[in-house]
């Protein structure tokens, strides 16, 4: 009996249920050049697509979550109201897009794999990070140099 803790599972007496390695009867075989590129294109628009909602978590969302909350503000002339309509509004619309992330996740890995890539992790973690810093980089710069703190290099006119 092999105890090499790579075999079993990572236990030293056995292998956990389920945890044995994947035999095939035959190797599978592989797509066409045609098909594998357009599985290609297809992981390539998977990305964007996850990079797009995911950039929409620094900005459109939270801008437009604002709004609706001054919108319910105005039409019941309760600030904390429109507050915790917004706050809740956001919150749920971000799981919600991290779900469809995670799932479009999945996708993107099986079909690196159908183009002939050995995909055996995903991308959104990476891509998280990614759209994070240009989050940040981004409303550093309109904080300090365009919109929120006033900016010395422009003055603003009529003052």
């Given at each position: 009996m092999r105890t090499d803790p790579t075999d079993t599972g990572g236990l030293f007496s056995g292998r956990r249920p389920g945890t044995a390695p994947v035999k095939y009867r035959a190797l599978p075989e592989r797509?066409?050049?045609?098909?594998?590129r357009f599985d290609g294109l297809l992981a390539f628009a998977l990305l964007a697509a996850i990079a797009?909602?995911?950039?929409?978590f620094w900005g459109p969302l939270p801008v437009g979550w604002l709004w609706v909350g001054s919108q319910i503000d105005y039409h019941t002339g309760s600030v904390s109201f429109g507050i915790l309509c917004a706050f809740v509004g956001l919150l749920g619309t971000l799981l919600v897009g991290l779900s469809i992330m995670r799932r479009l996740d999945e996708a993107w890995i099986l079909i690196r794999r159908a183009a002939g890539h050995d995909q055996r992790s995903g991308v959104l973690v990476r891509i998280f990070a990614i759209t994070a810093v240009i989050?940040?980089?981004?409303?550093?710069?309109?904080?300090v140099l365009i919109g929120g703190l006033g900016?010395?290099?422009?003055?603003?006119r009529g003052a």
């Open positions: 797509a066409s050049r045609r098909r594998q797009l909602i995911c950039l929409s989050g940040a980089i981004s409303f550093t710069v309109w904080l900016s010395n290099l422009v003055p603003k």
